[in-house]
């Protein structure tokens, strides 16, 4: 079974238990379930809360223009179980912005007009109301919302010298990061599409987050030899900056321009010694904490 490997050892060292190999019901009320790429599903009690739903077919979708192996179509990969699945249960969708591989025409069609919505800013807001959500929100600096306080922390999806480049500065635009809290329970922050900044630093220390899920499979664009998401060291990094945090890596294996599988950041977490700290979720892997 594909859940018997490296990764969920790890897991299993942790003490955290996952949806393949639960003896029965979780003793904790908080989890985290890896859809696919940067989608996932994220529990608390009986709020559950879906961020950046890509939900269409494995080859939907060309290759990203000018992005390393454009050749491929997207997702390169089929969702683990059916979109009513995803969708079970789902109380509000938050998008960390409207990118295809965030926010894609086919969770556009598939998710209730009637679902709570929350967004960055009105220029999302207003691409949803279009579509015809009647419940759309724009996400100021902190709200609660199902007895879970969410807030914003700033992301930058790529370098500074990218933002530099029109039009590369107009097609990455702006992004964000949430970060989770409910009394008693984990705090997660939940980093998104960015790469390594003082506001992602900042965050940790204020937040001291329990849990941190960072998009680590380093997209590339051609023209420059660093990604527009965090990659393999970006875990050390955060690492040593939260060393009782658990680590959950995503936006592996699954669109067209990702550098960094998780057979390659496994092989890091080896490496570096990071197994206890790492967790590497297949799709539709759900972790309990």
Do not use: C
């Not at 249960?89 to 591989?101: E, P, R, S």
């Not at 590497?280 to 904490?289: A, C, K, M, V």
């Amino acid at each position: 079974m594909k859940f018997l490997s490296l990764a969920l050892a790890s897991v299993l060292a942790l003490g955290i238990q996952t949806s393949a190999n639960a003896a029965g019901p979780a003793s904790t009320t908080t989890s985290i379930q890896q859809i696919r790429n940067a989608t996932a599903k994220i529990t608390y009690g009986d709020t559950v809360l879906l961020v950046d739903p890509m939900l269409a077919a494995k080859g939907a979708y060309p290759g990203f223009p000018d992005t390393y192996r454009s050749e491929l179509r997207n997702p390169t990969v089929e969702l683990p179980f059916d979109v009513g699945q995803v969708l079970k249960d789902v109380d509000a969708v938050l998008l960390t912005h409207t990118h295809l591989d965030h926010w894609d025409p086919a969770a556009e069609t598939l998710i209730p007009r009637k679902m709570t919505m929350f967004v960055q800013h009105e220029a999302d807001a207003a691409l949803l109301r279009g579509k015809g959500f009647a419940d759309v929100r724009i996400l100021p600096a902190h709200v609660t919302f199902g007895g879970v306080k969410i807030s914003r922390v700033a992301a930058q999806h790529g370098s500074a010298a990218m933002f530099q480049v029109e039009p590369l500065a107009t097609l990455l635009g702006s992004v964000t990061g949430f970060v989770f809290q409910k009394a008693g329970e984990p705090t997660i922050y939940l980093a998104g599409d960015t790469v390594w900044t003082g506001d992602v630093r900042d965050a940790i220390k204020r937040y001291a987050p329990d849990v941190i899920v960072l998009n680590t499979g380093d997209a590339r664009v051609k023209g420059f030899d660093t990604g527009i998401i965090m990659g393999v060291e970006d875990t050390s990094r955060v690492h040593a900056l939260a060393p009782t945090a658990k680590i959950v890596a995503v936006h592996m294996d699954a669109v067209n321009h990702m550098t960094v599988s998780r057979a390659d950041l496994r092989r890091y977490v080896r490496e570096k010694a990071l197994q206890d700290s790492v967790l590497i979720p297949e799709d539709g892997e759900t972790l309990n904490f």
